[in-house]
């Protein structure tokens, strides 16, 4: 989360951002996504949680985090490459997200490529509907 707030600093030094969304849910929450299992799906059951983290990205939260650090790295370095890494890049309303808050790529496992690059095709081509409109 630190890296995010200071993200203006770091992009001085960098040519990109790759956020690790895994790690940085897991950080944000201050749960370790392995004994996380144990547990989510309950709050998911009993509403204290709209979905698991881990599955989907926490846009209001961990999601907030990578606006965050995209707005200040991008302020002071424009041509920022910005982008995920980890399974929230497999996610079809993650990749929607990444979509919308102008990231360059989306990194996962490779069983779920097709996956993101269907939800990332759709995803252009909505925000194109939408201009159009």
């Given amino acids: ?7 203006g600093d770091v992009a001085k ?11 940085l849910t897991q950080t944000t929450y201050g749960i370790s996504r392995d004994d996380a299992a144990s547990f989510l799906g ?8 709209a979905i698991d983290p ?17 707005a200040r790295g991008r302020k002071t370095r424009p041509d920022l ?11 079809p309303a993650s990749v929607a997200f990444c979509h919308e808050i102008g990231l360059n790529y989306v990194s996962c496992s490779p069983y779920r490529v097709p996956i993101a690059r269907l ?3 759709q995803a252009a081509i909505g925000k194109a509907v939408a201009s159009q409109a």
Avoid: M, W
Wanted: net charge negative; aromatic share 8%.
């Fill in 1 to 7: 989360p630190r890296a995010c707030l200071l993200a």
């Fill in 13 to 23: 030094s960098a040519e990109f951002f790759s956020f690790g969304t895994n790690d």
């Fill in 42 to 49: 309950a709050y998911v059951t009993k509403g204290i949680l």
């Fill in 54 to 70: 881990f599955i989907a990205l926490d846009q209001e939260g961990v999601g907030e985090l990578v606006k965050i650090g995209v």
């Fill in 81 to 91: 490459k910005v982008g995920i890494c980890g399974e929230h890049g497999g996610d």
């Fill in 119 to 121: 939800a990332a095709a």
